[in-house]
């Protein structure tokens, strides 16, 4: 019997070449539970972080920054593994903060041509950060290893439905990846939602939007990846209908104007605009705001489904050489 | 939505547009604009009551934008302002005193 969040695994990992969720039947006292094998692979690439199409001289999971979402149920077992390619100059290694199990064993840096795997139950259900650890880790962060796991609570009455779920990952960006002091003195250059400086801003070239319609209950599963900075959350012209720590639905909190997530931190943040317009989703922490981190959420009746975490990666269009007609209104 | 064929180093003007002028002139102020050079980009449906027009930083300004769309004269009842708020992006915003009454 295949259950609506296995198909939806499956389903995701059709798009994530190198991402496969293997569902398994569980023994029958832990109903439900499945187990998932997921696959990474570090990536020393290029990424475009901004609209002007900058590319940056990124280290990221499976070629992507953030990585690919990872999402499972309260209760299952992920049986991980992560490879480093020989083509690769550096070590590298991963931190799922949704595991409970041994640091030493589990977390150790592996070195190009390597391979790592391990075992945990994802056992409190929430929104967790993923990074790499080798060292220097704050280099490792900055230059994008990180990512977002939800794991799903087993009980789905545990919170009110969402109408639309988009994943944030906030993190810092140093214009010299291999400037580690930089890193450590605090001086990033920009700040990025879901590894693009205002990638979700329309008023910036290149910049897009996220989309909702009115009455719509939208989640945002909201991580900070810092390395360093916290982020204080907050929706323009709305007020959190709720926010949960950790994005566990038993530590709810009502009517949240800001709330702040720490770096290696996250939460989910639910938010009904009841009127169409613009509400930009900003860390009020404006050094960081008005260099990157505004997401504008653009509620219209005729917003359209939307992934997770819209345009990752980002591909910056360069104009056409045709013409194209002027829609009617 | 309209392309032109040039590469420009571009930025991106937003401005909003208030009257009732302008639904019905959207098409003469989209064709007003990529007829300049300089111009890479126009939408007008990305945002309502705005018109985000992607352009070369070095030869024009946001302003000069939206001087264009006030003396149109197919725009009549239709007026632009450089979109200013709180989430006017960058280092380089600056302070920019209010247009005389």
């Keep these: 019997m295949f259950t609506p969040r296995f198909v939806q695994g499956l389903l995701f990992a059709t798009g994530v070449a190198t991402l496969t969720f293997m569902g398994q039947m569980a023994p029958a006292s832990v109903a439900f539970a499945k187990t998932h094998e997921i696959s990474m692979t570090a990536v020393e690439t290029d990424v475009v972080i901004d609209g002007s199409g900058e590319k940056y001289a990124a280290w990221t999971f499976n070629g992507q920054m953030p990585g690919p979402v990872v999402r499972v149920t309260e209760g299952d077992t992920i049986k991980f593994t992560l490879t480093n390619p020989a083509t690769n100059k550096y070590p590298h290694a991963m931190d799922f903060h949704a595991a409970e199990i041994d640091f030493l064993k589990n977390y150790r840096a592996i070195n190009a041509g390597e391979t790592i795997s391990y075992t945990f139950v994802a056992k409190k259900p929430g929104i967790f950060f993923y990074h790499c650890g080798a060292p220097p880790m704050i280099q490792h962060v900055a230059r994008g290893m990180f990512g977002a796991i939800i794991v799903d609570p087993q009980n789905a009455k545990a919170w009110p439905k969402a109408d639309r779920e988009y994943v944030l990952v906030q993190s810092e960006h140093f214009k010299n990846p291999d400037d580690v002091q930089s890193m450590f003195d605090r001086k990033f250059d920009g700040m990025m939602f879901n590894g693009g400086i205002f990638k979700y801003h329309p008023f910036v070239t290149g910049g897009g939007k996220l989309d909702a319609k009115p009455g719509e209950r939208v989640r945002i599963y909201f991580v900070n990846a810092g390395p360093n900075e916290f982020s204080s959350f907050h929706p323009i012209g709305e007020i959190w209908d709720n926010v949960y720590e950790s994005g566990n639905p038993a530590n709810k909190l009502t009517g949240v104007q800001t709330y702040v997530v720490g770096p290696g931190s996250a939460a989910t943040f639910d938010v009904v605009a009841e009127s169409a317009g613009a509400y930009p989703l900003v860390t009020h922490s404006l050094t960081a705001a008005l260099r990157g981190a505004i997401a504008v959420l653009l509620v219209s009746p005729d917003a359209k489904p939307a992934p997770l975490m819209p345009m990752v990666p980002w591909t910056v269009t360069v104009p056409q050489t045709e013409i194209t007609p002027v829609p009617a209104h | ?101």
């Design chain 2, 1 to 101: 939505m309209l392309w032109s064929d040039t590469a420009l180093p571009l930025e991106r003007a937003a401005l909003l547009l208030t009257g009732a002028g302008c639904r019905p002139s959207q098409q003469a102020i989209v064709e007003a604009f990529m007829g300049l050079d300089g111009i890479a980009r126009v939408e007008t449906d990305v945002i309502p009551d705005h018109v985000l027009i992607d352009y070369d930083g070095g030869r024009l300004k946001g302003e000069a934008l939206a001087d264009i769309v006030n003396e149109l004269s197919a725009a009549d009842g239709c007026r632009a302002a450089v979109m200013q708020s709180c989430i006017t992006a960058g280092i380089e915003s600056r302070v920019v005193p209010s247009p005389a009454r």
